[in-house]
């Protein structure tokens, strides 16, 4: 069974060696790694190229630079493979990585492995794993799938194998148009199309943890696209039955989460009402009324968001920029 390894590269030089490296070691030998540089200003594309002079099994694809949406689209159009699986050139994985997927494989539609997250500096932040086993969608694989959403191991195409038939038959691709989440939006309409997970306890990804701060632009939308990655989330549960009690636990707690950063790390800015106001008026406020201990917060804070008290917070905030600037 050939498999379709997608690696979308743009000015990453520094990282092309240790990431390729990997891959030419992996155990499992029926693999082919389609290379797309993504309009790379630097010495990335000679540098995959090299790569691809070495081993015939490197295949390096160009274009101009569209974005890594675009890149792993292009990668997966002109991937041979049964299956595909993804890797970021920053990151790097075992030699085992694509074997462990495919022994669990089986056949399955999509097989999930875990994931260690390293900082920048090299330091091991965490690992988030799964319990080897099938995840049926239903009322039985909810507190599987309540699992693996609570360790984002469903957000990224990294640690997992994708069967490429599904891919084709649906026509599915990462769309281009969010500014983060991408990802979590093609994973979950190429789940739309199955019943079950194959989830696998082995960590050979090894993901890193980029630090940086969003443009203010990419705040003032931050809680938008988070909402709308959390309808996604939540609308894919409760149509597979999966949205009982540990879901919500879950969920509810990512909703609280994004509404007090929505509400409290946006910058005061001139639409600063209409932007709380657009915050407050999700219908799902209402629910949180019977989820307030999810959250550890002041209770004013709890009373203004569950009332939706637009006046009282932007009283506040006002009154906040006024004792700074004095």
């Not at 997966?76 to 920053?90: E, L, N, Q, R, S």
């Not at 794993?129 to 099938?134: A, D, E, F, I, M």
Request: proline share 2%.
């Amino acid at each position: 069974m050939m498999v379709s390894i997608i690696i979308p590269v743009y000015n990453a030089e520094a990282f092309i060696a240790r990431c390729l490296k990997c891959v030419s070691e992996q155990s499992y030998e029926y693999w082919e790694c389609v290379i797309v540089n993504d309009g790379s200003t630097d010495g990335s594309l000679c540098l995959c190229e090299q790569w691809a002079q070495k081993d015939t099994r490197f295949i390096v694809i160009s274009q101009k630079n569209a974005g890594v949406s675009s890149a792993r689209n292009v990668g997966m159009t002109h991937a041979k493979g049964d299956y595909v699986c993804f890797i970021d050139i920053d990151d790097w994985v075992d030699v085992d990585y694509v074997e462990n997927l495919v022994s669990a494989s089986n056949g399955a539609n999509l097989v999930v492995g875990g994931i260690e997250v390293v900082t920048t500096d090299g330091k091991k932040d965490n690992k988030r794993v799964p319990k080897s086993g099938v995840c049926r969608f239903g009322e039985d694989g909810e507190r599987f799938f309540a699992m693996m959403n609570e360790n984002t191991l469903l957000y990224g195409p990294w640690n997992k194998l994708y069967l490429k038939r599904i891919i084709v038959e649906y026509g599915l691709s990462f769309p281009k148009d969010c500014a983060y989440g991408e990802d979590l939006l093609f994973n979950y309409a190429y789940m739309s199309h199955f019943k079950s997970i194959i989830m696998v306890d082995c960590i050979s990804y090894h993901y890193i943890k980029m630090e940086g701060s969003l443009s203010e632009r990419a705040r003032l939308d931050a809680f938008a696209n988070d909402y709308k990655l959390w309808r996604v989330r939540t609308e894919f549960m409760k149509d597979k039955g999966m949205f009982g009690p540990v879901s919500q636990k879950v969920m509810y707690t990512y909703l609280w989460g994004q509404i007090y950063n929505g509400v409290f790390d946006t910058p005061l800015h001139d639409n600063k009402w209409s932007y709380l106001g657009s915050v407050l008026s999700i219908e799902e406020i209402d629910d949180l009324k019977h989820h307030e201990e999810l959250i550890s917060c002041s209770e004013w804070i709890k009373w203004a968001i569950l009332n939706r008290n637009v006046l009282f917070l932007y009283i506040y905030f006002k009154m906040r920029q006024w004792i700074s600037r004095s």
